[in-house]
């Protein structure tokens, strides 16, 4: 069982294997021996492993100034200019205001790394990673966002040392205070002043253009024809209810989220059709009761931004909420089960401690909390695309006499 406070590690210790320490501690002579490092890159047996290490190590260290040529090819739209039609450099030149001597290396740049590629008469056409750049919107609004992200980054140490203090943590009202007392009065308990508004309608807006992958990943992924009733708990301004409604006209829907989220999110339901079909419902779930009546609560992406303590009281509204047979749907990006890398990981560790209290959790860590809160039958969703979250359902069920929250085991790949 995991430990399950927040400063639990992610893997759980384990014995230690003094055969095998020996072993590793061999082959890190060995790897780092400059004479076999000299023999190994031009052997042909390994020089290709070492080659392939090299270049993966390249790609970490120069990480920053792809993001900088995507920052720029998405400040400059030079994607959607390039898919509207192919232009030569002399045209891009002309259309972006930058010089041919500047606009040359981020063309170039950004060809080698795939947003752009070159077509017949030296002109620049989409490229296979600029395609999804076009696409999404919500791509673009995070390659934007990020820019604060990086600024907050560009001292790691210091943002180790002292992670909330943070332009990141600004953005979001609802994560500036850590300690539950301190979060009530950040939350909004009366009506918020215009200027809370336009930050509440700021993070609202990018979420809600990031969750369109989201969304794609549970409808693919949960019969959700076998409930009657979903409500949406943080559910921002309401895109998933509302696509969720439309792929299935028969269930009924409901959303939780603080007061003025909440206001925005039945502006956006009456605008998008959905009318007495939604329930919009203002409130923190820190302190308030969840309304009932639903057979399944979602919960698409919150979880990350609390604290251990903070999900506990939430996970218990949610099992207070439902009716037994219940369900909770949890989706979210994760940590690897048992420690296993992730791509991802780096990424969402890092936004999560500029943002406040919240942090990415393994499968496991959030199992463990379901099972605190009540839920049993806890097990992993298969999803398509990982990347962006992964899914976990647990029911509420009659507690059984002898052990009222008995952990039944769980196996992630
Ligand atoms: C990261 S956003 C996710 C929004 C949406 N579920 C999505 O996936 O796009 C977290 C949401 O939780 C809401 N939230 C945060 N703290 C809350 C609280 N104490 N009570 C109710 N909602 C809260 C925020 O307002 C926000 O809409």
Known sequence: MPSLNNTAPLTEPVDRDPWRDRLERQIDRWTTAPALQRWASTSVLTRWLVRRRAERLFGVMAGFVHSQVLLACVRLQLLETVHASPRTREQLAQLT??????????????????????????????????????????????????????????????????????????????????????????????????????????????????????????????????????????????????????AHPHLALSLFDLPPVARLAAQAGAR?????????????????????????????????????????RLLRAIHRCLPLGGSLLLAEPMAGSQGDPTPTA??????????????????????????????????????????????LVGRKTRPSVNSPATPHSVTFS
């Open 97 to 246: 205001g930058i010089a041919e001597t500047g606009l040359d290396r981020l063309l170039d740049s950004a060809v080698s790394i795939g947003l752009l590629e070159r077509r017949t008469g030296g002109r620049l056409g989409l490229g296979p990673l600029g395609a999804p750049v076009v696409t999404h919107q919500g791509i673009r609004d995070m390659v934007e966002h990020n820019a604060t992200l990086y600024q907050d980054l560009s001292d790691p140490l210091s943002l180790l040392r002292k992670p909330g203090d943070t332009r990141m943590n600004r953005l979001w009202p609802y994560s500036r205070t850590p300690d539950h007392a301190r979060a009530q009065e950040a939350l909004p308990q009366v009506d918020p002043t215009p200027d809370d508004h336009g930050v509440f309608a700021h993070y609202s807006d990018l979420m809600a253009n990031s969750q369109r992958f989201v969304i794609d990943e549970l409808l693919a992924s949960y019969p959700f024809a076998d409930h009657q009733h979903v409500l949406d708990v943080g559910g921002g301004l309401g895109g998933w209810v509302t696509a969720l409604g439309q």
């Open 346 to 391: 780096p990424y969402y560790h890092f936004y999560l401690m500029a943002m406040g209290p919240g942090r990415l959790r393994t499968p496991e860590a959030l199992t463990g909390l379901m099972q605190e809160a009540g839920f049993t039958h806890i097990e992993p969703v298969p999803n398509p695309m990982p990347l962006h979250a992964r899914l």
């Open 272 to 312: 998008n059709g959905l009318g007495d079909r939604l329930k919009v419902h203002g409130g923190s779930f820190i302190d308030d009761e969840l309304p009932s009546g639903a057979d399944l609560v979602t919960l698409l992406r919150v979880a990350h931004d609390h604290d251990d303590d903070t999900v506990r």
